[in-house]
């Protein structure tokens, strides 16, 4: 087990929480609900947590950072700071405990544009896609030509732009700028079912003919 990626559907949601790993080190994507699992991945497989990542504020995809981070308390979480508005929002009444989740996630460190991170051989980098949320942002590992999207774009969808804070205009711009950015062949984990890629994306999903 050199390095890959693990995806793990968590929750009433089934959002893709990912473990990304390498060289014994590992990173957290979106651990929406059902920490013990990732834990559990963690330990079977001897992997040291080096950080917790959200793509955006949405607490379907934060709902389990809280007892992640009581486990690993020295371990960095990781937003973009324009998502903060939604750290203490359900989005709906009551969906916080229908979903098991804990609300105002501990945010150690603000993502942007331009940032990098590495991780035992892998590098990474972070991309601002606004239009789900303010603050959504995705992950890109170019040695793995892997993408972590978040709610930005499905398997034969597109996220959904009408909760708070969220812009059709600023979603179309943001799709354009990840299909001119990476490769067709690029896997994405989308933030909740199927994983995809590009390529298959640009050529079947029905909402992307008026946008590229
Ligand atoms: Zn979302």
Known sequence: MTEGFKV??????????TILYSQGEAFIFDPGADSDKLIQFLEEN???????????????????????????????????????FLLKEELWPGFAQYLG??????????LKEGDKFSLGNLKMEVYETPGHTPGSVVFYVPQLRLLIAGDLLFKGGIGRY????????????????????FPETTTVITGHYDL????YEKKNNPYLREIL
């Open 162 to 181: 009408d909760l708070p804070g969220g812009s059709w205009e600023d979603l179309k711009q943001s799709l354009k700028k990840v299909f001119s950015i």
């Open 196 to 199: 995809t890629n590009l390529g």
């Open 101 to 110: 989740a804990y609300l105002n996630p501990p945010i150690d460190s603000y």
């Open 8 to 17: 793990i559907p968590v929750g009433k949601l089934a959002v893709n929480s």
């Open 46 to 84: 001897n992997l040291s947590l080096k950080g917790i990542f959200l793509t955006h504020g949405h607490i379907d995809h934060f709902g389990h950072v809280k007892p992640l981070k009581e486990k690993f308390p020295d371990v960095p979480v990781y937003m973009n700071e324009k998502d903060n």
